[in-house]
């Protein structure tokens, strides 16, 4: 019986970590939302059989991370008032779905909030599953899709920015596991993450690896020594590696020429960049509050104002009817784009505020949470997304995961 009660009490610590793993990956929609929706009931069920009162927490959660609710605030009244055209349900919709998943995680964390270490570990462990999951399960499943493109673009637009903001939580673990073998799998896990970008092609994605793996050596390195020496070890075998896969990896081959000899080495997003910006800048409101939350409003945008058309920066949709801007902008000018500089500012000191906190947490214990998201959030944010489109539920997970697990565990 007491066996039967204990399986029956890990059952919302496993949904909590099929959640994450549907939200750091592309093909497990089915499992996200069946279990984001049993997670929600059986919390709730849980909530009220033990008469639990969030209120408190929720209001504590929102002081302690003012300026975070303050740009949720400001993204809702730039949605309400300020949206371009016809797209503020579209919007409004965006909104919801960045932030559903999170308040799922955010009302089991209130609920579980005296299971806290044990909280920091289930979803550690589920973002390491889930970059092994990404590297070995996700190209079988893509196999099973009808998709004309190659294997190696399908996993470039699908998993490389996972990838990214997976892999310091895996390389991270190698320095603070204490069993060998563990330590060796983890290891060895993040090098295929290495080598996964490198098949993708995501020079973003291998850049911002290249960072997030520097940063990492010099967080885990006693001595400028070490980490010196760390750093040599590091470049040689990235060396050896990327050698071997141009020489057996065509695509790879490909990518490392065009990067090396092409005269577009940007894929054209220097042209994206001066062509669109002087178009949102030259309407004030919209350079203040954004032309659409979650870029729903952004090709009608660029169409209604006659944005340049050229290779490489879009193509005419036949599903669409209407000619599609490739939304390749930096992070920074795309969330002017989506709420304006007034978001981007209360965006800056939202993230500039996460890290202080978790750089804090990181000085007086590391552990594979704090240093894995202060890590891939540096890697993500400031490095694959000067490449590529920004997701804000990320974000929003990291601001929520850090006020109630590694603050409060700071605070005890």
Not at 211 to 222: M, R
Request: net charge positive; glycine share 4%; proline share 2%.
């Amino acid at each position: 019986m007491d066996i039967k009660k204990n399986i029956i009490s890990q059952i919302p610590f496993l949904l909590v970590s099929l959640v994450i793993l549907g939200m750091f990956t592309n093909d497990t929609q089915g499992v996200l939302n069946v279990s984001a929706v049993l997670l929600f009931i059986i919390t709730i069920g849980i909530a009220i059989k033990e008469k639990t009162n969030i209120k408190s927490d929720i209001v504590n959660l929102i002081k302690s991370r003012k300026v975070f609710f303050l740009f949720s605030g400001w993204c809702l009244l730039c949605i309400a008032l300020f949206t371009y055209s016809s797209f503020t349900i579209e919007a409004f919709k965006e909104f919801f779905n960045d932030w559903r998943y999170v308040i799922i995680i955010s009302l089991f964390l209130f609920v579980f909030k005296n299971d806290s270490s044990k909280n920091i570990k289930i979803i550690s462990y589920a973002l390491i599953a889930t970059l092994a999951f990404t590297i070995f399960i996700s190209p079988i499943l893509k196999q099973f899709k009808d998709s004309s493109l190659p294997l190696f673009i399908q996993l470039r637009y699908g998993f490389a920015h996972y990838m990214t903001l997976l892999f310091p939580f895996t390389f991270s673990a190698v320095f603070i596991f204490k069993n060998v073998l563990i330590k060796l799998a983890m290891f060895l896990l993040s090098i295929l993450a290495f080598v996964f970008l490198l098949y993708t092609g995501s020079r973003g994605g291998v850049l911002a690896l290249f960072v997030e793996s520097v940063l990492i050596l010099f967080i885990f390195s006693n001595t400028i020594k070490s980490f010196i020496l760390s750093i040599a070890i590091f470049a040689i075998s990235c060396l050896v590696i990327t050698t071997v896969a141009y020489n057996e990896i065509p695509q790879v081959k490909r990518k490392i020429d065009q990067t090396l000899y092409s005269k577009n080495i940007t894929s054209s997003r220097d042209k994206i960049i001066s062509t669109r910006l002087p178009i949102f800048m030259n309407n004030k409101e919209i350079f203040i509050f954004g032309a659409g939350y979650g870029s729903v409003s952004y090709n009608q945008y660029l169409n209604d104002n006659k944005a340049e058309r050229f290779s490489g920066g879009g193509g005419f949709s036949k599903r669409k009817n209407e000619y599609v801007h490739n939304n390749d902008d930096p992070f920074f000018l795309n969330i002017i784009y989506n709420v304006g500089l007034g978001g981007l500012v209360l965006f800056c000191i939202a993230f500039f505020i996460n890290q202080k906190d978790l750089y804090r947490s990181i000085r007086m214990q590391k552990s594979i949470l704090n240093v894995g998201i202060f890590i891939s959030s540096i890697g993500y944010f400031l490095v694959y997304c000067l490449f590529e489109f920004i997701f804000l539920d990320i974000f929003f997970l990291y601001n929520v995961l850090v006020a109630l697990l590694i603050n409060k565990k700071l605070s005890k």
